[in-house]
């Protein structure tokens, strides 16, 4: 009964302002039970701050419309927060950050774990055993809408994010804008959000090297549009699933771009995980970037850019192999029936061993028209010289040496400029007679 007497003292307290929110405050102490938010706009100036080893409780908006939106001098973390949480529940009302007031010119962490460095998130929750997340709208965040950190049994869903994310001191994006899980973050899903005009990443995993890797991952059936760094970064990952997820216009603004775009990227130790049936269009910068990828499936996926080459200035290959981390090899990757229609430069970067590359669809790659276009070609171009104009180059490495060898490529499609006399080509220090390379088509293109 007394629970129920403050839900409905709570609703009634829609007042504007500090009233509103010091009632948020006592409702929230509670720690248990539903919080009914009030009606309207209430101005938050401070973090709400549900108490650590809070249980079984649900924060939900009047039906009439919740906003809670933090002030010009707003101090916290975020919004609203949860440390130590078991079964704690958001849904049906609406964050703004007021980025407009509250963004400041920050840069990467450094060598800190996210939580600990950005400031003015939206939702914020530590160490949490049951977390739902749903039909929540977030807008105008400076740093990232939500932020989950070392937590497990995590649904997000429904969420929407518009006009998200904050610079460094020169102007570009700094990573923030989007849903981030960091930090070991366990059985997770993250399903049919919408995220728009956000200046770094869409959604993403991510944890120190030192620390656990994020697992047992779902990311699906989300949109994307306007995203200036990555749709979807998985990082230091183990068995996570990236499907039907769709977007446009990954890249953009191009002004506010600082590392390479990539519709799906990779970073870190990523093992035993699956991209497959998403597509994307318009990527000013590459399609999949697989570093630190090893050990899994990418497949059925399209990625297709229809404009001009100066339509993309960070533009890149379609799918790319790396091995930045050094505690993972490149190996044992199939790529499948993947479809990229329209590359930069080269359509496949391949390095490392035992990955079967088969019944992909490359077309219209070299839109740079390498190397005839020297000054948009030069990298490389004295010593690797087929670098930027093939349909696959193979190489000895990348950040780490692992020539490509022991890969089965076959039954592909290649077409671009130039792909014809240039299609599966192996660079300085890799033998191609070291890979099978059979039933490939390569063409002319535009």
């Known amino acids: 009964m007394r629970l129920r007497l403050a839900v409905l003292l709570l609703a009634a307290a829609a007042g504007l302002g500090a009233a509103g929110e010091a009632d948020i405050r006592k409702a929230l102490a509670r720690a248990t039970g539903t919080v009914r938010l009030p009606a309207g706009v209430v101005e938050i100036s401070g973090e709400l701050a549900i108490p650590g080893g809070a249980h079984d409780l649900e924060v939900t908006g009047d039906p009439a419309g919740t906003v809670l939106r933090a002030t010009a001098s707003f101090k916290g973390r975020a919004i609203l927060s949860c440390r130590s949480g078991a079964r704690i529940r958001f849904s049906r009302f609406t964050v703004d950050g007021n980025r407009a007031a509250l963004e400041r010119p920050l840069g990467l962490p450094p060598n800190t774990d996210f939580v600990g460095f950005y400031p003015n998130n939206g939702i914020l929750v530590e160490h949490a055993a049951g977390l739902t997340i749903t039909d929540v709208r977030f807008r105008n965040v400076a740093s990232f809408p939500v932020l989950v950190v070392a937590s497990k049994d995590v649904l997000i869903q429904r969420v929407t994010i518009e006009d998200s994310g904050s610079r460094d001191a020169k102007g570009k994006n700094n990573t923030t804008g989007g849903i981030l899980l960091e930090e070991g973050t366990t059985d997770f899903r993250v399903e049919d959000c919408r995220i728009r005009n956000v200046w770094g990443n869409g959604i993403w995993t991510h944890s120190l090297r030192k620390s656990p890797r994020n697992q047992r991952g779902l990311i699906t059936r989300n949109y994307f549009e306007n995203i200036a760094r990555d749709a979807i970064q998985v990082g230091h990952g183990i068995r996570v ?9 990954i890249g953009y603004p191009a002004e506010l771009v600082a590392a390479d775009p990539v519709a799906i990227d990779t970073a870190g130790n990523v093992e035993r995980s699956v991209y497959s049936g998403n597509h994307f269009e318009e990527i000013d910068g590459k399609c999949i970037d697989l570093d630190g990828f090893h050990h899994g499936e990418v497949r059925d996926n399209v990625c297709i850019n229809r404009g001009r080459p100066e339509d993309y200035p960070s533009g890149n290959f379609g799918i790319v192999m ?3 981390d050094p505690d993972m090899k490149s190996e044992w990757i199939a790529i499948l029936n993947n479809q990229i229609d329209g590359a930069l430069y080269s359509g496949m970067l391949v390095i490392g061993s035992h990955h079967i590359i088969r019944g992909n669809r490359l077309r219209n790659l070299n839109l740079a028209h390498c190397n005839d276009n020297r000054a948009r070609c030069n990298w490389l171009l004295a010593t690797e010289p087929e670098f930027l104009r093939s349909g696959i180059y193979l190489a000895r490495g990348a950040e780490h040496p692992d020539p490509a060898r022991a890969n089965r490529i076959e039954g592909n499609e290649f077409s671009g400029y130039g792909i014809e006399q ?10 191609l007679a070291a890979n099978t390379v059979v039933g490939n088509r390569c063409g002319p293109g535009k």
Do not use: L, S
Not at 241 to 249: C, D, H, L, Q, Y
Not at 422 to 431: E, K, R, W, Y
């Open 422 to 431: 240039h299609c599966i080509v192996a660079g300085p220090g890799v033998a």
């Open 241 to 249: 699933t990236v499907t039907r997820n769709t977007g446009k216009r």
């Open 322 to 324: 790396n091995n930045t």
